[in-house]
Every structure is written in C-alpha cells, then in structure tokens.
C-alpha cells in the first residue's frame, strides 16, 4: 500500500521491446518502498539525449537494442553520464558479462526472466541511496563543512576553468578578491570560538547576498576568502565587488546577544595572459591584501608585480633573520633619556641592532615587522629583554647615581600574551640582579587593545612586583584615555610626531601640552621622544615636560660609548650641550 510521503523516483527505461517494458512497469507499480514516474525510449541515442535533460534518477537498461548489443551498451551511456546509477535488465544470463558490468561501474545486473517485485526495488532504493550518498561525499569534498561555501579545491577548480576560457577567448577577464578579517582572534579570544564559527557562517550568508551571480565565493580557510569575478569588461568589475564587500561588513552581525563588528583588507589580482597557475593568482592577490592590511585595514589593493618583488624581499629577510637568531647576529644599542630641567642622564632604552653579514648595521625598521609576524619576536625579544637587564645593571655598579639608572624595553605583544611572562621577567631580573623598579617595559596602544583583559592582568601582576610600565607611540592608537583611567601607567612617551609638528600655534603643540597637563593631573611621568632640534628641546623644557630622548641628546650607541659618556669622556657630553641652551 502506498502512502503520499513516499518519494518519488523518475526512471528512464531503454528498452525496445513492448511486452518487456509492461511487464517492467507492473513489476514497479505495487512498491512499497517508493513511488515511480517511468519514462520509456526504444533506442540507446535517445536515453542518452534524454539524460542530457536532467531530471532522471535511475537508469534501467536493456543490453539488446535496436543501435547497440552487450556491455559496449553501458560504456557508452555511462561515458556520457557517469553520475547516473544504472541498472542492467537483460535477457543474456551471463555470470562473465554481469560481473564486467558491475565492475565497470553498474549498479546491478538483473536477469529479465528471474524478475521479481522485491528484488527491483531493492535495487533500485539501493542505487538512490548510492546516488545520494556518492552526492554528499562530493559535496563534502568541494564544500567547507562550516559554512557551506566552495573550499580551496572547488575554488581551484573554477580558477581552472576560468583560465581554460581566458585562453579559448583572450578578450575575458575576470579576477581573484582574497581578503581576510581584520582582528579576528580577538574576537575568539574575547568572545569565544563558538561565536567565532558563528560569525563565520552569518558572514557567508551576507557574502552570498553580495557577490554576482555567476562568481564564486569560497572559504580558504580560517577567516580567509575568495571571491572568482568573472566576466569582467575591466578591472572596475572587481573594484566594484571589493567596495560592495568592505559596505556590506559595515552593518553589526547579531550572534547570541553580542552584535559584532568587522572589517576585513582584501587582495585584488587580475588577470593576464602571462598568468596560467591559479596559486599563482591567489598567491599575488594574498600579496595585495597584505599590502591592504599594512596600509591600514578595511581597505582594498590591487596587485601588482612590484608586490611580488617586495614579497620575494621579505621571504628573504625572513630566511635570514632565523638565521641569525641561531647565529646569535645581534647586538644592542643604548640611547639615554634624560631630564630636561637638568643635565642628566636617568636611563636608556635598550635597542637591537642586527648585525647583517653582508649588509652591515640594520636597524629595528629593517627586521622588527617581519619578525612580529613570523613570530621570531618572542625569543629575539627575551634575548633583549636580558641583555639590557644584564647591561643596565653592570652600570649601576659602575656609575653609582640616585636614583639608579633604569632600563626601558620594548616588549612585543606576542611576549606579553605567553602565560609565563610574569615569571620569565622575575626570572632575568634575579638572574641579572637588578631591582624589578629599575627596569621599564613599553608596550603600544595596540598591544593592549588586542589583548586587553589578558595583557593588564599580566601588568597589574608586573606593577605589583616594581617593574615600571610605560605606553609607547601615546597618542596614535586607539583608546589612550579609557585605558590611562581603567590602569595607572609610570609612564608615557609623546609619539615623535607631535615633537617633529610642535611649533607654537600648531596641533601638535595643542596636543602636546593636552597630554602634559593629562599626565600631571593622573601623576604619570612623561618622555617626549624624537627630540631632533633645540628648539623642541626648549620648548618642552618650558612646557614642564620632565623627560626627553632623541638624536639632539644622543644617537643609540654601543656600551663602549654610552661608558664613555657616563663617565664623562664623550668630547660632546649631554651636560654641555643642555647647560649652552
């Protein structure tokens, strides 16, 4: 007895004989496991043409037609449409060719005069349910399990086809969009993984509302897309995705009871003729969203081969700069901070320089970007951060003054998020002997407001023991004041470009005495750092600002020069200069 929630299964029949086709027919209309639609055709030709127009599920196929006999039957119409499960009915009862059949790819052989209700259906539920889960593994296969999107292999596919098209047609164009999000651990680390996937997929969804149809977008992996703009008239097609991209993120994703914000730096690379690697593609517009990212974020670049160059560049500094932290390559520098209203040197900031076998002296602006992103900051940054304790402290012994001359260091943010940190720090500083109030770490603004909650337990901790904490580059991130109230700093160093813009009248200058008068009110030390001129010397003295670095004072020397200038050796002292102005 049938029932309306059975399915439905089309079958195509090629058969040509009448009575053969009845008798199928009857056998199929009393199924208890499915309802059929049966289509008949008399000839090989025509099954193969009406498969061409989809729709069919099964194929039952006879081996003796009026335009084909035996197995070269099914070759044929399984080489024109391998993804349909066939079943064979025939009269020839050969064990031989029934097990050639199904070893080529049929999904039974059923002889017609041993024909039975139970045993078609069987075999044909079983060629759905093959069908179907042969459907899912390919789609599985070409699909990310998270969001449903085309992954990397099906996104390569149709990177593929596109350029088989640009080569039949060289006038088409179309480009690759690679773009990733802009902060996205911290959105795992603050809100959660679960959120995380959760943003993942709402973002997919938008995705699809954005892009045209007949382009592709795909989930690479992580929080890394694609976007395949075809059929381009030019370049503007793609910029104009891009642009409807970074709009749509615009808009708050709701998650749970959280509404999200995003932006992302996406990558674009168009193509050329003299392109035929799709890694390649993908590779250059990656390049360019890079170069997106360190422009500034929720922005798009367009490649172009001086990216490649640049690429190729730091891959090899990279290379380098592993070697050299093997290699034990570097050294440290020192310049003094000093106090303004009086000629003296208070302390210094510890500085790497990386001593390059074949390029000489690099400083910090040549290695310090790739290292933060390769991750060699870490255990570059501990060596520094010992060195400098071990220098600092053999000066204090040498130069005895009151206060004790302190140490500053800048610390990578990737140091600050290692759970041991608190304990690697009181480690050097007993190792090294040297009071945890004479040494001054510097972090960013950025640092803090990547890592927040973890990073100012950490400080808190720190402060707690003695060490000094000081913000860096104050002014140019993104939350100065929310943080100076929630935490109290020792210290923060004027960004260098206010004291290069400060002359009276000026911004600078307004921003410069706002940061001051802050800093008193809060009791907070300041360093004006990038001191360049006497006149921005005399002018922060008489803007009461306590403490100042820069090339005016001093360049960052080695230790054989900062003894001499602590012991008054230096044929162009601090005090002199200072005590002339």
Request: aromatic share 6%; glycine share 6%; hydrophobic share 45%.
């Amino acid at each position: 007895m049938t029932t309306t929630n059975q399915p439905e299964v089309t079958l195509l029949l090629i058969e040509d004989s009448p009575d053969d086709a009845a008798m199928i027919r009857e056998v199929l209309k009393e199924s208890p496991r499915f309802r059929s639609s049966v289509e008949h055709v008399f000839r090989l030709e025509k099954g193969i043409e009406r498969l061409t127009e989809g729709g069919i599920d099964v194929v039952l196929l006879d081996f003796s037609l009026p335009d084909s006999f035996g197995i070269d039957t099914f070759r044929r119409l399984h080489h024109a449409h391998p993804e349909i499960p066939v079943i064979v009915l025939t009269s020839l009862d050969d064990d031989q060719l029934a097990l050639q059949a199904v070893s080529e790819g049929a999904q039974d052989y059923l002889v017609k005069k041993d024909l039975e209700q139970r045993l078609l259906t069987r075999s044909i539920r079983y060629a759905i349910e093959r069908n179907r889960a042969e459907q899912q593994l390919l789609h599985n296969a070409f699909h990310d399990a998270l969001t449903g999107l085309a992954n990397r292999a099906l996104f390569g596919d149709r990177l593929d086809m596109a350029m088989a098209g640009a080569r039949r047609r060289p006038t088409g164009q179309f480009a690759v969009l690679f773009f990733d999000l802009d902060r996205f651990k911290n959105i795992n680390d603050s809100l959660g993984h679960n959120v995380g996937d959760q943003l993942l997929v709402a973002l997919a969804r938008r995705l699809e509302t954005i892009i045209r149809p007949g382009d592709t977008v795909a989930r690479i992996g992580g929080d890394e897309f694609a976007v395949l703009v075809n059929d381009m008239d030019d370049v503007a097609d793609a910029i104009q995705v891009a642009e409807r991209i970074l709009e749509g993120f615009k808009a708050p994703f709701p998650i749970e009871s959280n509404e999200v914000f995003v932006s992302a730096s996406i990558g674009i690379a168009v193509h050329n003729q003299d392109t035929t690697d799709p890694d390649a593609m993908l590779r250059d517009a990656d390049i360019a969203m890079y170069r997106a990212k360190a422009s500034g974020k929720a922005r798009y670049e367009i490649f172009d081969p001086e990216m490649h160059a640049s690429a190729v560049a730091l891959l090899k500094i990279e290379t380098e700069l592993r070697k050299a932290v093997d290699r034990s390559e570097f050294i440290m520098h020192y310049q003094p901070i000093v106090a303004l209203k009086e000629p003296k040197i208070l302390g210094f900031e510890g500085l790497v320089r990386w001593q390059h076998p074949e390029r000489g002296m690099v400083a910090p602006a040549g290695f310090i970007t790739v290292a933060e992103e390769t991750g060699l900051i870490v255990p570059l940054g501990w060596w520094v951060m010992e060195q400098s304790c071990r220098q600092i402290r053999e000066w204090q012994l040498r130069f005895p003054m009151n206060p004790p001359l302190f140490i500053s260091v800048n610390v990578s943010g990737r140091i600050f998020v290692d759970n041991q940190v608190v304990e690697g720090i009181l480690d050097i500083l007993g190792r090294t002997g040297l009071p945890p109030e004479s040494l001054r770490l510097e972090v960013t603004e950025n640092v803090i407001l990547e890592h927040s909650e973890e990073v100012m337990t950490k400080m808190q901790q720190l402060r707690a023991m003695g060490v000094q904490l000081s913000i860096d580059d104050f002014g140019t991130g993104y939350s100065s004041l929310s943080y100076l109230q929630r935490f109290q700093y020792d210290t923060l160093k004027i960004d260098r470009s206010f004291i290069s813009g400060m002359q009276v009248g000026t911004d600078s200058q307004a921003i410069v005495e706002t940061i001051l008068a802050l800093a008193s009110t809060l009791g907070i030390g300041v360093i004006a750092e990038g001191i360049e001129t006497v006149e921005q010397m005399v002018r922060l003295r008489d803007l009461d600002c306590p403490q100042g670095q820069g090339f005016w004072f001093a360049r960052p020397a080695d230790p054989m020069m900062i003894e001499a200038m602590l012991s008054g050796d230096s044929p162009t002292s601090i005090s002199s200069r200072m005590m002339a102005n």
